[in-house]
């Protein structure tokens, strides 16, 4: 909470008034994280090499991959760090949105740990049961969703806001709790399956961060929900912070996971942050447009879904492989280009959520 020491000095010296306003520290939050990554990335890489904490590349994925087995993964350690500390400096920590979001990137980066720990420790790609992992990431939800749905501080509790629409809201009533559960464990889930090939996920979650730091900035700013007709959420604006601690994290990260990986965030990284999308996306009523921003990690999870159904249900395979990112690389699209055309469909899908903005 360096910023309030720096702003109490602003009754002796003006010019640190600039630390009050949410805009100038979110700024500061992406360049911390950055600066922490480039930092601590190049020990931590060596760390994770010396400890032998390397992938273990699963049996039945595109062979050209076998190439990356023993690259250092749990890179996400470097990605958490950053967004930590990065909060400390510049973050309202007596805020109680703040605590949610860093108390959700904390357990769901920790389940992801121990799912990380286990593979390379067994050496081989698999680590927790899918029933422990989904148990363990549903108990978490569940004491967020506990937790939001108390939360005197929140009008619109039980709420879902539908985009495009001038604050047309819909009442869950009891569903609420597991709408939440469903939206942060989905989201979790949606990242751990699109962290497959070199810096597709985590250039995505740069993107996802900026364009979710601009709503909820905007949710939170009286004038500006006003004018936009937006539903005003007192003391989210300051989860912007937290946005560009995310996106400055990112690319740091990206830096060095760029193809070919130095290392991988592993599912330490990819579970905490999209927890952490999913647990914006429901304080900040987002969890409709989470899905426009989120679009490319909602078709690897549905190309996931329609090919295990389907091989099931007749023993035929819709995809060449799933995820899709897979698919692609199957058809003989290089991995790079998978990852740029990505991104740009991703890029894509985040101006057309900011969009809706201005459709209201």
Not at 80 to 99: K, P
Not at 177 to 199: E, K, Q, R, Y
Not at 331 to 354: C, D, H
Request: charged share 10%; proline share 3%; glycine share 10%.
């Amino acid at each position: 909470m360096l910023y309030k020491f720096l702003y109490s000095l602003h009754s002796v010296y003006f010019p640190f008034n600039v630390f009050r306003y949410i805009t100038f520290r979110s700024a500061l939050a992406v360049l911390t994280a950055m600066l922490v990554t480039f930092v601590f990335a190049p020990v931590i890489i060596r760390w994770l090499r010396g400890m032998s904490l390397t992938q273990q590349i699963r049996d039945d994925g595109p062979e050209g991959h076998k190439t990356k087995e023993g690259t250092p993964t749990m890179g996400g350690l470097i990605i958490l760090l950053s967004i930590f500390v990065s909060m400390l400096l510049w973050g309202d920590l007596s805020n109680t949105y703040v605590q949610i979001m860093l108390v959700s990137l904390g357990l769901f980066g920790g389940i992801g740990f121990l799912d990380d720990y286990l593979k390379i420790s067994r050496r081989n790609s698999k680590g927790l049961s899918s029933r422990l992992k989904f148990s363990l990431q549903i108990i978490c939800a569940l004491g967020i969703g506990l937790f939001l749905s108390a939360n005197h501080l929140d009008q619109y509790t039980s709420m879902l806001s539908v985009p495009f629409f001038k604050k047309w809201l819909v009442n869950l009533g009891w569903f609420y709790l597991p709408f939440i559960v469903l939206v942060i464990v989905g989201s979790s889930n949606a990242v751990n399956l699109t962290d497959g090939i070199d810096g597709l996920a985590i250039g995505l979650i740069a993107v996802a961060a900026l364009a979710n730091g601009a709503l909820i900035y905007m949710s939170g700013h009286k004038g500006l929900a006003d004018y936009l007709q937006l539903l005003y959420l007192p003391h989210t604006g300051e989860l912007a912070i937290f946005c560009g601690a995310m996106f400055g994290s990112a690319l740091g990260f990206l830096w060095y996971n760029s193809h070919p990986a130095e290392v991988f965030m592993g599912d330490v990284g990819s579970l905490g942050l999209g927890g952490a999308l999913g647990t914006l996306a429901v304080i900040s009523k987002q969890e409709i447009v989470l899905a426009l921003v989120g679009g490319v990690f909602v078709a690897e999870t549905l190309s996931v879904i329609l090919q295990v159904a389907s091989f099931k249900l007749t023993g035929k395979r819709i995809f060449l492989m799933a995820p899709l990112h897979h698919h692609f690389e199957l058809k003989g699209w290089p991995e790079s280009k998978v990852i740029v055309r990505f991104w740009i469909v991703g890029i894509v899908l985040a101006l057309l959520s900011l969009a809706t903005l201005k459709v209201r």
